[in-house]
T-cell receptor, first 117, second 113 residues
Framework: DGGITQSPKYLFRKEGQNVTLSCEQN?????MYWYRQDPGQGLRLIYY???????QKGDIAEGYSVSREKKESFPLTVTSAQKNPTAFYLC????????????????FGPGTRLTVL | GQQLNQSPQSMFIQEGEDVSMNCTSS?????WLWYKQEPGEGPVLLIA?????ELTSNGRLTAQFGITRKDSFLNISASIPSDVGIYFC?????????????FGAGTILRVKS
């Protein structure tokens, strides 16, 4: 079945440690996205990527880093510089319909809940 | 950044009742999306709207893309217990590079059976 997978489902980290969240999709989608979700708030965009080896900062990129070495993979690293990393992290992807301004709707993975101890 | 105003924040309704929620923005969007999220899971797309004035149904769900392109509503008819969850609206800005979406804060729906 085609879809988006995120691992692990739950992740615990000590303060000062970097941690990497995995996101893989087998939908052959061009674009991939990382969002952060906090209680009572909408999703906020961290980073996004339209093509391999290219990515752009979203609204809250500070303290995070990404890579896009393969079309199907878009890992997110939460660094020790992120001051409040405890949150629910969601990965999404979408396919392009035409030029870089034309995409279909985004589909989401099941999420990773990160807790900093 | 851009924001969508989504209301109501939460609803606690009796099974069988109809539900209505909406989103408004000061920005013009070229796409409106409605997602449902259940606890501990990722949002699932319910309805996508692409044209101003468009009215689209998906089973008991009906959504409309406002004529001004700055608002959208979602109706759920004859609610059932499995409708429980958080409903998010999302808008795609006109000609926004990379299909960036702006999300509302969500409407929490609880259904009393």
């Amino acid at each position: 079945d085609g879809g988006i997978t995120q691992s692990p489902k739950y992740l615990f980290r000590k303060e000062g440690q970097n941690v990497t969240l995995s996101c893989e999709q087998n939908l052959n989608h061009d674009a991939m996205y990382w969002y952060r979700q906090d209680p009572g708030q909408g999703l906020r965009l961290i980073y996004y990527s339209q093509i391999v080896n290219d990515f752009q900062k979203g609204d809250i990129a500070e303290g995070y880093s990404v890579s896009r070495e393969k079309k199907e993979s878009f890992p997110l690293t939460v660094t020790s510089a992120q001051k409040n990393p405890t949150a629910f992290y969601l990965c999404a992807s979408s396919s392009r319909t035409g030029d870089l301004f034309s995409y279909n709707e985004q589909f989401f993975g099941p999420g990773t809940r990160l807790t900093v101890l | 950044g851009q924001q969508l105003n989504q209301s109501p924040q939460s609803m606690f309704i009796q099974e069988g009742e109809d539900v209505s929620m909406n989103c408004t923005s000061s920005s013009i969007f070229n796409t409106w999306l409605w997602y449902k999220q259940e606890p501990g899971e990722g949002p699932v797309l319910l309805i996508a709207l692409y044209k101003a004035g468009e009215l689209t149904s998906n089973g008991r769900l009906t959504a409309q893309f406002g004529i001004t392109r700055k608002d959208s509503f979602l109706n759920i008819s004859a609610s059932i217990p499995s409708d429980v969850g958080i409903y998010f609206c999302a808008g795609q800005l006109v000609r926004e590079y990379g299909n960036k979406l702006v999300f509302g804060a969500g409407t929490i729906l609880r259904v009393k059976s």
